[in-house]
């Protein structure tokens, strides 16, 4: 009886088929040698992925899985983390931020240098719809918060107006920013305050956010410009990372250890501060930084310039801040994007005076510069760094790379190769070339110390669990191919580039796959 209700009992079973070769996995990468983005040294496993995470590191040699990927031993990193990037203009264009993509990155920090968005929600919910290719997270930003509530007024807020830019940060903080960015070179935030920098700080930090600064002064009163930000991170009990740290006056050329110390010694004080850089010896911005802030004020520099007296005020000024840079000329300042005359686009602004039919000297580079205010200005690309500050901030433990890129529209303008390079820069030129850093310690400053600064927990180290945000290259192969003559060229090395999941390089080129996604602080 026993037997017969064992056999009634299995009959009486739900019949489960297995499948024959199942796929334990959606993507198994085998024969890696594994940069985990810790700074740990690099080892060898295979990495098994389900879901879009991470899900099995070690010999995997029985896996099945939809697509395997053979690393025949190229270093496999966490997909690299650009903090300091100004995609708003370019991503609603290219939603999968190709030339991110190529250069290895898988998330970039927008709304830097006090710019960003004003109702993050929105545009958070219109890139999410659009199918993002790499992920983005944004920075509130000061300038934009204050253009919003007082223009570009020259003056000091009131508590009424301090209320409502506190409101604003406060929205966008509930709407998933990561943190309050300032840009204390460029109007209007360079009209503010430190204590009104504070008060705004304050209300980020209570959604726990980072502050971020491109601080007042980056040369001559670099120190004193280290000692307002990291006051404002103190005093607003907020983590700090100080945007591209350079040293971008000739005149001062060197100082950069003087900063790095001024730095080390808050850190040993307890202050959570760390810096970005990227690794060039050129800068890019707008035209009008050239100008002295006050002329720029309620959006009234051409009729400033009008004025005679008071545009050979302007030029005075100018003058005088070309004799503390120790530039005789403008010849540092190139052209990147004047939709006006895109003959001008490359062209430095001697060279563009002499277009002009003018004779050489600085009075008439002033007047080229006058003449491209009036016409709306131009995006400019700035020689003004050397390689012993580079290198040697580079080499500081708490510096992350960043490309203070945009998402850039192919064959455009002239803009800094920084967009498309800086990753391929940093591993081909300061990683293989140069050896200012080793690879693992140039993969941690891409990955786990961003990931860290601004609390994406799941990202930036290759363990279980983790978003599968993955790149594999060629240490010996990767190059950064973008110039400043030609700007518009991809990196070449990063052979696959794994995004939440999905492959969306392979073999060195994109592919449809748009796995990105808002990264939202909760």
């Known amino acids: 009886m026993d037997a017969m209700f064992r056999l009634a009992f299995l009959l009486a079973m739900p019949l489960i088929v297995m499948p024959i070769s199942a796929a334990d996995y959606d993507v198994v990468i085998r024969n890696a040698r594994v940069v985990d983005g810790s700074g740990n040294p690099w080892f060898r496993a295979d990495i098994a992925i389900k879901d879009g995470r991470i899900v099995a590191i070690g010999k995997l040699a029985n896996a099945q899985a939809a697509r395997t990927i053979d690393a025949r031993e190229r270093i496999v990193a966490p997909g690299f983390i650009d903090v300091h990037t100004h995609i708003e203009s370019g991503v609603e264009k290219n939603p999968r931020g190709d030339n991110f993509l ?23 919910d219109k890139l999410d719809r659009a199918g993002l290719g790499l992920n983005v997270a944004s920075l509130v930003g000061h300038n934009t918060v204050r253009r919003e509530v007082m223009g570009t007024a ?17 929205r966008a903080m509930r709407d998933g920013a990561v943190g309050f960015s300032t840009g204390l070179e460029y109007v209007p935030g360079t009209y503010a305050n430190t204590a009104e920098i504070v008060d705004l700080a304050k209300v980020a930090a209570a959604h726990g956010g980072v502050y971020t600064s491109h601080m007042r002064d980056e040369g001559i009163h670099e120190l004193d410009a280290i000692n307002e930000t990291i006051t404002v991170g103190k005093e607003a009990h907020i983590p700090v990372e100080i945007s591209h740290l ?26 959570d501060v760390v810096v970005d850089q990227y690794p060039y010896d050129r800068a890019s911005t707008n035209l009008g930084i050239r100008l002295p802030s006050w002329a720029l004020a309620e959006g009234k520099v051409k009729e400033r310039l009008a004025d005679a007296t008071t545009r050979r005020k302007i030029a005075d000024e100018m003058k005088q801040d070309l004799a503390i840079m120790g530039e005789p000329d403008y010849g540092f300042a190139t052209v990147a994007r004047f939709t006006p005359n895109v003959a001008y686009e490359g062209k430095t602004i001697p060279e563009i005076n002499a277009l002009k039919g003018r004779s050489a000297g600085l009075d008439n580079e002033i007047e080229t510069i006058f003449d491209l205010m009036n016409a709306g200005g131009a995006s400019m690309v700035y020689r003004l760094m050397g390689d012993v500050d580079i290198d040697r901030i580079m080499r500081y433990p708490f510096t992350a790379v960043a490309s ?23 591993l081909g030129e300061y990683v293989r070339g140069r050896g200012v850093l080793t690879l693992e310690d140039a993969v941690r400053r891409m990955t786990s110390l961003p990931a860290r600064t601004f609390s994406f927990r799941d990202r930036g180290e290759i363990r279980e669990g983790m978003a599968a945000d993955l790149v594999v290259f060629d240490p010996a192969r990767v190059e ?5 003559a030609k700007p518009h060229q991809y990196s070449s090395g990063f052979d696959f580039v794994v995004v939440n999941g999905k492959i969306a390089v392979e073999d060195g080129k994109l592919t449809t796959a748009r796995a990105g996604r808002s990264l939202r602080n909760r």
């Not at 890129?405 to 820069?425: C, D, F, K, L, M």
């Not at 950064?480 to 400043?484: K, L, V």
């Open 480 to 484: 950064d191919r973008a110039t400043y």
């Open 246 to 271: 350079k040293i971008d006056r000739r005149a001062f050329w060197g100082a950069s250890d003087q900063s790095l110390a001024l730095i080390e010694k808050y850190r040993r004080e307890g202050v």
């Open 154 to 170: 020259n003056r000091q807020a009131t508590p009424e107006e301090l209320k409502k830019m506190e409101s604003l940060v406060d």
């Open 102 to 124: 190529l250069d290895g990155v898988t998330t970039v920090v927008t709304g830097n240098c006090g710019g960003s968005e004003l109702n993050l929600a929105a545009w958070f």
């Open 404 to 426: 203070d890129g945009g998402i850039q529209e192919y064959g455009v303008g002239n803009p800094h190769p920084r967009s498309y390079g800086t990753n391929a820069r940093v």
